[in-house]
């Protein structure tokens, strides 16, 4: 096991602090240039499309922390008020909303259903922001953690990487395929950077700069089969994080909890590779995206590049997003 003072100095050669300026708050979105975007684009050839998002929905994968929840759909209008308040409505003046409904309903054709969700914004398909995780009071660039307040992240917002789409080429690593494994990597056997080299290799394609690297370990796969919300799987070795730094990545999005593993292997820093992308790279981490179709695709076709058009919803202030990213062959 490493420990902070050997943490320490990967942080120090992966950072991107200052890079692109005092202000910037993109990180290593920057990578995604004009050609880039076009390059993507053109990779774009049968118009198949695979979307990569899971349901949003009550018995979706959290469970492993207390503090988050599936999502809590609440229909705030629904086909048993039209009838009953078309009725009642009208005459209910001292319930405006029933006055105002009924108002609708009555001796008129017009029915609607209406909703709302309560949910935790890393609840399924996600983002995380470059503000959802950070140590020693620092957010990515130097940012001072303070100013994530009650009111939102007033840096590093998720809302701060529209400009960017988020779009790119993405290239998907299929760690299932290459090890052989039936349904998912299971605990124990951690992603290394020398592994994710034969990966690329043995599937013959490249990283280049600016790509968004997605990465099968089958853990979606699985929990669809058991429903099993904690089942522990292998991620990404930490030291991964020097691997994308050195590929210069735009971003990395996984089909589990977390992208990374979760075997503890820096003595007092709890998800390392989490600092090291988010706080240190200015990376963003997708997860619990939905990769299935998209594999089964590219191990027929031998394709593992693709047009990913993958762009969170602007909440100001939050610390990461659902997002239905979508693939294009
Ligand atoms: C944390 O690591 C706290 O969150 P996530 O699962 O979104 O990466």
């Known amino acids: 096991m490493a420990g902070l003072t050997e943490f320490r100095r990967v942080a120090r050669d992966v950072s991107n602090w200052g890079r692109w300026g005092a202000d910037d708050e993109l990180g290593t979105l920057n ?14 050839r049968h118009g198949k499309v695979f979307p990569l998002g899971v349901d949003f929905g009550s018995s979706g994968p959290q469970g492993a922390f207390h503090f988050r929840h599936n999502p ?11 009838n009953t308040l078309a009725q009642y409505g009208p005459r209910w003046t001292q319930n405006p909303t029933a006055e105002q409904m009924g108002g609708y309903f009555v001796d008129n054709l017009f ?3 209406e909703d709302m969700v309560i949910m935790p914004l890393q609840a399924a ?4 922001a470059l503000s959802h995780v950070y140590y020693e009071d620092k957010l990515y660039n130097g940012f001072a953690a303070g100013s994530v307040t009650s009111m939102g992240a007033y840096h590093c917002s998720i809302a701060k990487v529209d400009v960017k789409g988020i779009t790119s080429r993405g290239v998907l690593l299929d760690l299932v395929r290459h090890r052989g494994a039936e349904v998912f990597l299971e605990q124990g056997n951690p992603i290394t950077p020398q592994e994710l080299d034969d990966v690329v290799r043995a599937q013959g394609v490249t990283i280049e700069r600016g790509d968004i690297v997605v990465i099968r370990t089958g853990w979606w796969a699985r929990f669809l089969q058991t429903g099993n919300k904690t089942e522990p799987f292998s991620g990404l070795h930490w030291r991964c994080a020097s691997w994308l730094h050195d590929h210069e990545v735009a971003a990395v999005a996984s089909d589990n909890l977390q ?12 998800l390392p590779m989490h600092l090291l992308c988010l706080r240190d790279m200015g990376l963003m ?6 990769l299935t179709a998209l594999a089964e695709d590219c191990a027929a076709d031998g394709v593992y590049d693709f047009q990913l058009v993958a762009p969170p919803l602007r909440f100001v202030g939050a610390v990461g997003s659902p997002v239905n990213p979508i693939a294009i062959k």
């Open 31 to 44: 990578f995604i240039t004009a050609e880039k975007v076009s390059h993507a684009a053109s990779l774009v």
């Open 72 to 82: 809590v759909l609440v229909m705030t209008v629904d086909g048993g008020d039209a």
């Open 111 to 113: 029915r609607f259903n």
């Open 125 to 128: 398909t996600q983002w995380d």
């Open 259 to 270: 992208v990374e593993d979760l075997v503890p292997d820096v003595e007092g820093a709890f």
């Open 285 to 290: 981490l997708g997860e619990f995206w939905d």
